[in-house]
């Protein structure tokens, strides 16, 4: 893949992830804020609380996986301002274009899509 489209791909990439981060943030924020008072939960249905609890792990999880994202994209503009972007971290052949396209941050060709990669 030709580097400059590389590098705006990314770039486009880790924009999208940076306001979808913000975003995030801020549900977590909303969500973590202790509508109850001091008092937390008393009185209220469990239902309500069980709830609550969810909303504010699924706010949290979603922080972490667009965070775990954004290092991605930024681990590939790393690869790329080094040489090694569009080659297999398993087998270091080149990554086809059209996979690089779909996913820019990829880090494997598609026969080694399932190797666990250590970072």
């Known amino acids: 893949m030709d580097p400059d489209r590389a590098r705006q791909l990314l770039n486009g ?10 975003a995030a943030e801020e549900n977590r924020a909303e969500t973590t804020a202790d509508p109850y ?19 504010t ?3 949290r999880m979603s922080v972490e996986t667009i965070t775990e994202q954004r290092r991605r994209v930024l681990d590939a503009i790393e690869r790329l301002d080094e040489g090694g972007y569009g080659r297999c971290v398993v087998c270091e052949r080149e990554i086809d274009d059209e996979r690089l396209e779909a996913r820019p941050e990829v880090r494997t060709c598609r026969e080694h899509a399932d190797t666990p990669v250590v970072t």
Do not use: K, T
Not at 13 to 22: G, I, Q, V
Not at 37 to 55: I, K
């Open 13 to 22: 990439e880790l924009d999208a992830l940076d306001e979808r981060l913000r």
């Open 57 to 59: 792990m699924e706010a």
């Open 37 to 55: 008072g001091p008092e937390g939960a008393l009185g209220q249905h469990p239902g309500d609380y069980g709830s609550d609890v969810n909303a």
